[in-house]
Each structure stands twice: as C-alpha cells, then as structure tokens.
C-alpha cells in the first residue's frame, strides 16, 4: 500500500467480485453468481529476520510484524461458499464477533461466521434487492433495497427489529447514530429517523443526482454531497451548518462519495479529482 507494488494475486474465482472486506490477514470476497471466497495472507520470510513494534515483555501482547520487501506473499484460499445466495451479491459488511453480512439481489441478507464460514441466519422482510447495509459496535445491523425500505435487525438472534418505508426507489446509503437512522435514495432525499420508534423526523431535499452521498463526524453532525460543494447538517434539529464550495460554481459537478477521515477532515471527489476539506467552524461546533 505505501509503495504501490504488487505483491501477490489470486485468480481463483471463476466470476466477477462484487465487494471485499479485509480483516486484518484476512479477505473475504463475494462475487456475481452468488458465492463467497474467504481467503488468508500468508507471508514467509526470506533473508531478512522478523522484526516487531514496540518494546515486547512478559505481560505484553504480541505486537503486530514488520513485513520487509523481500517477504513472499501468498493469498490462499481457505472456504468458499458456493450458494450463499441465489443472486448476485451487491453489498458485503464485517461486523463484531466474527460475523460477516452479505446482502443480495435475491431480496435477502444472510449473517455467516468468519472463522468457518457457517450460515447463521437468513433475514427476509425486503421486496426488492439489497442496495446498502450499515452495522454498528452494538450489533444492530440496518438494510435498504431497491424497494425504497429500511430495515433494523438484531445479528446475534437474526430478528427484526422495526421496518421504515420512506424513500421513491432504491436506497443508497445509510448511516446510524445512536439516536438516529440516517438514509438516503435514488429520489435525492436524505430522511432522518429516530432509530428507537422508526418514526420519521424530518427529511433533506438534495440537487438532482447527489442525495447518495453521507458522512458522519459526531453523533449530532452530518455532512452530504451536492452540487459542487459539501454541506454540514446539525441532525437533531435539520439545520444546515456551512456550505463547502469544492471549485468554481460554473464548473459544479455533484460529490457522489464521501469519506470522513480520523481527525474530521473530509474527502470526497470533484469530477476526476479528489477534494480535503477541513472545516475548523464545524470542528468547533463538534468539540
């Protein structure tokens, strides 16, 4: 990753992959005919001796290795699943404990267990494929579909815990605070829920073509894509905080991803560019 070189290549997989989540020494990759691949890294010493971060003692754990270039790397193919869904597979989530969710065109979504790639649950409560996921540290996981639905479950019993119906189409983003369930469709509408009651709140109208775009800096503080620029929202009371203008207003083109960084800064793409935005007013407001 920080020189760019190509160490090793797996060229098992006899369809196209979909998604992939790494796991520290782990890949897991699903792919178009409905299978999952679960592969582990495997490095092998060369000349160089292995070398370990930190200052080791009789209590401490383990420390991660330094890898040097001489290293070889292997990507082994340890399970696969080879109908984990009957469709093709278009979102793929790790999740605590050792789970890992897949949600599919085949309208479901199946929990598994990393370590032998064992089949949990089936959850069903969508009409239409499975467009985006979102799983916290409390193992609630929430769903969207093309049926324009929003689903909470619980992963550790594979229940539902509420439905919400509020978006014209597909659903391609979710978000979830503790207080809130934040979505965001194909209808170029953001709605905010109270996650407790799946009572919708209120809703953001977005520019034509940016309402999949969702960041989330605090608990209280949102930040979406628009035309040309990015926006601060303060969730609980819907008010629009600051407007970021990524160039010039002539030359807008929509920010369609986001990502928020550690430290609250924002990257997100401009065109065939990428733009950082720091925003020192709105940190102060998240402080």
């Given at each position: 990753?920080?020189?760019?070189?190509?160490?090793?290549?797996?060229?098992?997989?006899?369809?196209?992959?979909?998604?992939?989540?790494?796991?520290?020494?782990?890949?897991?990759?699903?792919?178009?005919?409905?299978?999952?691949?679960?592969?582990?890294?495997?490095?092998?010493?060369?000349?160089?001796?292995?070398?370990?971060?930190?200052?080791?003692?009789?209590?401490?754990?383990?420390?991660?290795?330094?890898?040097?270039?001489?290293?070889?790397?292997?990507?082994?193919?340890?399970?696969?699943?080879?109908?984990?869904?009957?469709?093709?597979?278009?979102?793929?989530?790790?999740?605590?404990?050792?789970?890992?969710?897949?949600?599919?065109?085949?309208?479901?979504?199946?929990?598994?267990?990393?370590?032998?790639a064992c089949c949990?649950?089936?959850?069903?409560?969508?009409?239409?494929?499975?467009?985006?996921?979102?799983?916290?540290?409390?193992?609630?996981?929430?769903?969207?579909?093309?049926?324009?639905?929003?689903?909470?479950?619980?992963?550790?019993?594979?229940?539902?815990?509420?439905?919400?119906?509020?978006?014209?189409?597909?659903?391609?983003?979710?978000?979830?605070?503790?207080?809130?369930?934040?979505?965001?469709?194909?209808?170029?509408?953001?709605?905010?829920?109270?996650?407790?009651?799946?009572?919708?709140?209120?809703?953001?109208?977005?520019?034509?073509?940016?309402g999949s775009s969702?960041?989330?800096?605090?608990?209280?503080?949102?930040?979406?894509?628009?035309q040309g620029c990015?926006?601060?929202?303060?969730?609980?009371?819907?008010?629009?905080?600051?407007?970021?203008?990524?160039?010039?207003?002539?030359?807008?083109?929509?920010?369609?991803?986001?990502?928020?960084?550690?430290?609250?800064?924002?990257?997100?793409?401009?065109?065939?560019?990428?733009?950082?935005?720091?925003?020192?007013?709105?940190?102060?407001?998240?402080?």
């Open positions: 990753a920080i020189e760019g070189i190509l160490r090793c290549s797996s060229n098992d997989g006899q369809s196209g992959i979909t998604a992939l989540v790494f796991l520290n020494h782990r890949i897991v990759a699903a792919r178009l005919n409905g299978s999952i691949d679960f592969f582990c890294l495997e490095s092998h010493k060369s000349t160089s001796q292995l070398q370990f971060r930190g200052t080791p003692n009789r209590t401490a754990v383990p420390s991660s290795p330094l890898y040097s270039n001489d290293d070889i790397i292997r990507c082994q193919l340890t399970h696969t699943v080879a109908c984990a869904h009957q469709k093709p597979i278009t979102v793929l989530k790790a999740a605590a404990a050792g789970r890992l969710v897949t949600g599919s065109q085949d309208h479901t979504l199946r929990v598994y267990r990393l370590d032998d949990l649950f089936t959850l069903q409560g969508h009409s239409g494929g499975i467009t985006a996921i979102y799983i916290d540290e409390t193992m609630v996981l929430a769903s969207g579909g093309q049926d324009g639905a929003i689903c909470l479950w619980d992963v550790l019993t594979g229940s539902r815990v509420s439905h919400m119906h509020g978006h014209r189409g597909d659903i391609t983003s979710l978000i979830c605070t503790t207080s809130y369930v934040i979505s965001s469709g194909l209808d170029d509408v953001i709605s905010i829920w109270d996650r407790s009651s799946a009572i919708k709140l209120y809703s953001i109208q977005q520019d034509l073509g940016c969702l960041g989330l800096i605090s608990d209280n503080l949102l930040v979406t894509g628009g990015v926006s601060f929202w303060d969730i609980g009371y819907g008010d629009l905080l600051q407007t970021v203008y990524l160039g010039k207003y002539e030359e807008a083109q929509p920010a369609r991803q986001i990502l928020v960084l550690d430290n609250a800064a924002i990257v997100c793409d401009f065109g065939s560019e990428l733009s950082l935005v720091y925003v020192p007013s709105v940190l102060e407001k998240l402080d």
